[in-house]
């Protein structure tokens, strides 16, 4: 036994000596240049922080893979073949590269195509809207002389009358003491009482009697105790202030009559759509579940310093009497843009200071191209320059299809820099 003993003792160490030797050689084999590998099978030539493309203080590289002491985040390896294809990776947009997605993964995270084409579009602005009456079929009822109101026709507001309607019995002595100047120059046959007479009837007839009052006066001799006030429109009374037994004066609104077989609707538009709101402007409102059609006939010149609105008015027949004034409506306003090349609006993707959108170019191969876009409506975007019809975009997980381009272009520079 203790002849054996040398022997087990050096049988030991040759063994501890050969592992040493497969893990150095194991670990030597791990490493390129210098370089850690990873399991990949692809030449990692360095090891970098993975918001290296966000610039500065992101700019952290090692050889060996760790955490990056900005962040905190695990460093992400930068392969040899990524540099070897900048030159065909490279694209026509500052910051940009083209990028290539196998399509197991572009269905893992959702790409989808859609083809641009040529479209006629509209912008389409949905707002609401007040009902009014129509300021041009309004009208007042006023005397022009001071009297007493002897009896009301027209007793409630909303009450309908027809041209030519009495409303109320006026008694005015002014009125009364002219009927019977009237009277007395009709009895006078000379040239004096002709003048008299005629300066009498327009006397009546400025103070709004009837002709046909003034002829039964002069006919009969008697003087009308009242003098009746009739509508001078169709329509419906809105405002009633006469009282019966009250004063009445120049000054009064005695009623307010309004026709509403013809009503406006009054849309608020922010100031931020009124450019695309012109004079013409289809319109359709939305009222009870009803639609009316129409266009915009006016644009108020002022906007509203608390809603930041202006308003656009909708002028529509009513003779159904579906509105009323004051009714809220829904209210749809469509200004056509024209035919042009359009995209979906989830393809552009908006940096602030340019547009951009990925083309499908074959293979999973995306090719960046900073576009000029032009209005957006029904969900797509008029593309003025960039794209030709029948190209095909991305237009969902195009942000991650963005990210990827991104970081692809700044590790290229990294690696240009380091060569």
């Known amino acids: 036994m203790k002849r054996m003993l040398p022997w087990i003792v050096a049988a030991i160490f040759a063994i501890a000596f050969v592992v040493v030797l497969v893990a150095k050689r ?12 990873d399991d990949s099978g692809r030449r990692v030539v360095t090891w970098i922080d993975p918001m290296y493309s966000q610039g500065p203080p992101h700019n952290y590289k090692s050889d060996h893979p760790g955490r990056a002491p900005d962040c905190g985040m695990k460093l992400v390896p930068v392969y040899a073949d990524e540099q070897t294809t900048s030159a065909s990776s490279s ?3 500052s910051g940009y590269s ?3 997605v196998a399509p197991q993964r572009q269905q893992l995270i959702g790409v989808k195509l859609a083809t641009a084409e040529l479209r006629d579009l509209s912008r389409t602005i949905r707002t609401t809207g007040r009902v009014a009456v129509d300021e041009r079929r309004i009208a007042q009822v006023r005397t022009k002389f001071d009297g007493f109101v002897d009896a009301l ?6 009450q309908p009358v027809r041209r030519g309607d009495p409303l109320l019995a006026v008694y005015s002595p002014d009125l009364l003491a002219t009927q019977n100047e009237l009277i007395l120059a009709e009895r006078n046959r000379s040239d004096l ?3 008299l007479a005629d300066a009498a009837r327009a006397r009546l007839r400025l103070w709004d009697m009837s002709a046909a009052d003034i002829d039964r006066v002069a006919r009969t001799g008697k003087p009308m105790r009242d003098v009746i006030l009739r509508s001078p429109v169709s329509g419906v009374v809105t405002t009633k202030n006469a009282v019966a037994g009250g004063r009445v004066m120049p ?3 005695l009623y307010e009559v309004a026709d509403l077989s013809h009503l406006w609707v009054l849309a608020d538009v922010y100031d931020s759509e009124l450019q695309s709101v012109r004079v013409g402007t289809p319109a359709q409102v ?5 639609t009316l059609t129409g266009s915009v006939t006016f644009i108020g010149p002022v906007v509203a310093a608390q809603t930041r609105t202006a308003s656009a008015r909708i002028e529509l027949d009513n003779r159904a009497g579906l509105l009323k004034p004051d009714m809220f409506a829904d209210v749809i306003l469509k200004q056509p843009i024209g035919s042009s090349v359009a995209v979906p609006d989830s393809a552009v993707m908006n940096t602030g200071t340019r547009a951009v959108v990925f083309i499908a170019r074959g293979n999973g191969t995306f090719e960046p191209r900073e576009v000029t876009a032009g209005a957006k409506a029904d969900g797509f975007y008029a593309i003025r320059s960039g794209v030709q019809p029948g ?7 195009s942000f991650l299809v963005d990210s990827e381009s991104r970081l692809k272009s700044a590790l290229s520079q990294m690696n240009g820099s380091t060569q």
Request: charged share 15%; hydrophobic share 30%; glycine share 14%.
């Open 251 to 253: 000054t009064d609104t």
């Open 391 to 397: 190209e095909r975009v991305v237009v969902d997980a």
């Open 98 to 100: 083209n990028v290539s």
């Open 91 to 93: 694209s026509t947009v």
């Open 286 to 290: 939305i009222v009870s579940g009803q």
């Open 193 to 195: 009482g002709r003048t």
């Open 153 to 158: 026709y027209v007793n409630f507001t909303g």
């Open 26 to 37: 194991g670990g030597s084999s791990n490493e390129l240049n210098g370089v850690t590998q």
